[in-house]
């Protein structure tokens, strides 16, 4: 999105019954939720990295989170105030009277503290319980507080079904943490809806974007920030890097939310910087790093420690530290299949997007190869594919060039347009059905059906995309739609000026709910507030408008 200025496996036992899930936060978990940070502050430096001779017992106050939870596995997450053990409890009661125990990493600053364990072996369709306490590292004996939190595997069985959120785009446009409207509210809201996950589609932080500690909003109110030292310039250092992902970090919505609602993630540009391609030379006066792909390793990095990645860093057995990807498929049972791609890392350079010939495009060779093998193979009923950028919606670079796939041609396809033509022919002539894309990067909300009917080019199936966001970001007001594929908006909603701030204007969060009986697929695209503005329900193999 253009950058818009502010104003070990032991044994395991398993109970037979777990409770329902809306019970499951309560007591401790609450109260290690709302454990104040260190130097959380508003408009005030908060300390950045642990210090290394602190006394005490290894202490986590940045929260727990899982990751790319499947039927059978998950990742559970921690970062520590120092060296420490990471240790893993998971048992299917919160009295955790029996449980399996789960050996992790040892904590340092090589990782900035941070650390994954890798939990194999779960039971499927269950509640799962879990608590991660940190240890000494030479004295085991010297443990912190256990923080707890709990998620549920995807069942095996159709009749069960799937819900979950999705959407992006937090802390952007200067709109970071503000205590005076309660912090990132939103993910609250979220967090009583008890989704199965929730997919976070990009943008994840704003690493370019200075949180300065107020804005002055056009009506004159006063929109106040918590501040950091590193978010007082954009990110060039590692360090730089880690804390833009460390902030989100400082609000208790998210940790509360972190912890009880499993996480399917993917990067977009804000990440590294806006509108940002590989090999890219900078010509920006308030980076010293002109390389952006310098920038990007040193982000990808903090990326890695910061989210439970089931490919980050390399997991894979036998892999080594260069095979690491964002680009996955999370298989969620018979009736999903999510796949997650990268559009930055593998692009070609922005441009006016008219080459007759490009087998670069926006997913590279490799991915697009990928992604027709895994969606060739799946079985699932509906397959999900997570894009971090829009594939109809004409999103500018400058004057003359363009950041996503559309140029605004209404021609056949071109540019990048060719990859994304390449893939809908694969997905009409392999007869792979129930297709449905979701995304955000736009900062607003709608619904788009691609029909062939009303497209230049013509050699593909309906489908519909949906877009959701921001979270925790400035709206912005709607692009024009490139006619190639053919798109018709049957739904938008977004602001009239630019850079709306959150407490001008409620923030956006879609929600996907697949029926275990009928296998219908329903999309709702929702705004803060509790509000359901627009509803789509699909039908099993079927795309019709």
């Not at 694969?426 to 619904?447: E, N, P």
Request: charged letters at 25%.
């Amino acid at each position: 999105m253009p950058y818009r200025r502010p104003q070990s496996q032991p044994q395991s036992r398993p109970e037979s019954q777990s409770p329902d899930r809306r019970t499951v936060l309560r007591g401790s978990l609450a109260a290690s939720a709302a454990l104040a940070l260190p130097g959380a502050a508003v408009g005030t430096t908060a300390a950045a990295a642990p210090a290394q001779t602190l006394s005490g017992r290894p202490r986590a106050a940045w929260g727990v989170q899982t990751g790319d939870v499947t039927s059978s596995s998950g990742l559970v997450w921690v970062r520590s105030d120092r060296p420490a053990r990471m240790i893993v409890e998971t048992s299917a009661t919160e009295s955790f009277r029996h449980s399996r125990r789960w050996h992790g990493p040892l904590l340092g600053p090589g990782t900035d503290f941070t650390g994954t364990t890798s939990l194999r072996g779960l039971p499927a369709g269950e509640q799962v319980h879990y608590r991660v306490t940190l240890a000494d590292p030479d004295d085991p004996r010297r443990t912190g507080e256990a923080f707890q939190g709990t998620f549920r595997t995807a069942s095996v069985k159709r009749r069960d079904g799937v819900r979950f959120l999705w959407s992006g785009d937090i802390a952007g446009q200067g709109w970071g943490i503000n205590p005076d409207i309660g912090g990132y509210r939103v993910y609250e809201e979220m967090r009583r809806l008890d989704p199965d996950f929730f997919l976070c589609s990009g943008d994840t932080v704003y690493a370019d974007g200075v949180i300065q500690p107020s804005v002055t909003l056009p009506d004159g109110r006063v929109w106040r920030n918590i501040t950091t030292r590193e978010k007082a310039k954009v990110a060039e250092t590692l360090d730089e890097f880690r804390g833009n992902f460390r902030y989100n970090l400082l609000d208790e919505n998210v940790r509360r939310f972190n912890a009880q609602v499993p996480s399917i993630v993917q990067w977009d540009d804000h990440e590294v910087r806006n509108n940002w391609y590989p090999g890219q030379i900078l010509d920006d006066a308030r980076y010293t790093e002109k390389n952006v792909d310098v920038l990007a390793a040193r982000s990808m990095r903090a990326f890695s420690e910061y989210f439970p990645l089931s490919t980050l860093p390399a997991r894979a057995k036998g892999g080594n530290e260069n095979d690491g990807r964002v680009y996955r498929v999370v298989r969620q049972g018979p009736l999903l299949d999510v796949f997650v791609l990268d559009m930055r890392t593998y692009r070609n350079a922005n441009s006016p997007g008219r080459q007759p010939d490009d087998t670069t495009g926006i997913l590279g060779a490799e991915q697009l190869a990928w992604l027709k093998r895994e969606l060739s193979r799946s079985r699932a009923v509906w397959k999900v594919i997570a894009s971090d950028m829009p594939l109809g919606i004409v999103v500018p670079d400058g004057a003359a060039n363009f950041e996503a796939v559309a140029q605004g041609d209404p021609g056949a396809p071109l540019g990048r347009e060719l990859q994304i033509a390449e893939l809908l022919r694969h997905i009409k002539h392999a007869r792979i059905t129930g297709t449905v894309w979701l995304t955000a990067d736009v900062h607003y909300t709608s619904a788009q059906h691609y029909d062939p009917s009303r497209a230049a080019f013509k050699d593909f199936a309906p489908f519909w995309e949906f877009v959701s966001g921001p979270l925790a970001a400035g709206g912005f007001p709607a692009t024009r739609l490139d006619a190639t594929f053919g798109p018709d908006q049957v739904f938008l909603k977004a602001p009239t000026r630019a850079n709306v701030s959150p407490m001008e204007s409620p923030q956006h969060f879609g929600e996907v709910e697949i029926d275990g009986g009928s296998g219908e697929l329903t999309v709702r695209l929702r705004a803060e507030g509790g509000v359901v503005l627009f509803s789509k329900v699909l039908q099993p193999g079927r795309m019709e408008l």
